[in-house]
């Protein structure tokens, strides 16, 4: 879990009554399949220019996918050629796939359904965006940032945790769809940005590593076994 749920539950009505250590989950991902990328690719943004801009989860309460859908029609209003790859399923579907059409833009909304090849679909991507009302953890993000791909979240405390000094380029405010569109363009055009911001997430990721989570597990049964001082 997180520090920010960890800190909630301390805080929270239920005031839980002894100290809480939070350990976060453990973050691993297959390698890309290169050929299989390259589909995904070809497929979403055949012409040189085409971006895509990736939602990896799924589609329930809570997720609000919206904010994507209606920023990639803000962005098709500007000229820019963005489209948006949704990989998942789940009770939301058919109303984003509305609103979509609604908002003229479902050839640029493609949902592809549950994925098994979510590696695949990140490295095909130019961005992923996670537009989250609440997250326990954000395990998500963490793979994107393992993935060596720029994030771009609702700026909720779970994400700002996550993403450390970086949130101030990365979060933007919930249903703000037009600063979502403005946060993908400046982070595809301004390439020293975008490349210290994967390099600082690239960092940040190891500590999601099975070996740093696993020495977090033993530095706790050691303190429980060690008693109170």
Request: neutral net charge; hydrophobic residues 40%; glycine residues 6%.
């Amino acid at each position: 879990t997180s520090r920010t749920e960890a800190n909630a539950a301390l805080a929270g009505p239920l005031a839980w009554p002894t100290p809480l250590t939070a350990i976060p989950n453990i973050v691993a991902m297959p390698p890309a399949n290169r050929a299989n990328t390259q589909r995904i690719r070809s497929a979403y943004a055949p012409a040189d220019g085409d971006r895509i801009a990736l939602y990896l989860g799924r589609l329930e309460a809570g997720k609000l996918v919206e904010d994507l859908i209606r920023a990639i029609a803000w962005l098709r209003s500007q000229g820019h050629s963005w489209s948006s790859v949704i990989a998942g399923d789940g009770a939301r579907a058919p109303e984003l796939s509305t609103l979509a059409a609604e908002t003229g833009v479902e050839n640029y909304v493609h949902f592809l359904g549950f994925r098994t090849d979510g590696q695949d679909c990140i490295a095909a991507a130019d961005c992923c965006v996670y537009p989250s009302s609440f997250e326990s953890f954000g395990l998500s993000v963490a793979e994107c940032m393992l993935a060596g791909k720029p994030v771009i979240t609702t700026d909720i405390p779970t994400f700002r945790e996550l993403l450390a000094e970086d949130a101030a380029h990365l979060c933007y405010p919930q249903g703000d769809s037009a600063t979502l569109g403005r946060l993908m363009l400046k982070l595809d055009s301004d390439v020293p940005l975008r490349t210290a911001i994967v390099t600082r997430l690239g960092q940040r990721s190891s500590q999601y590593s099975s070996r740093a989570v696993v020495q977090e597990h033993n530095a706790l049964y050691r303190r429980l076994l060690q008693g109170p001082a």
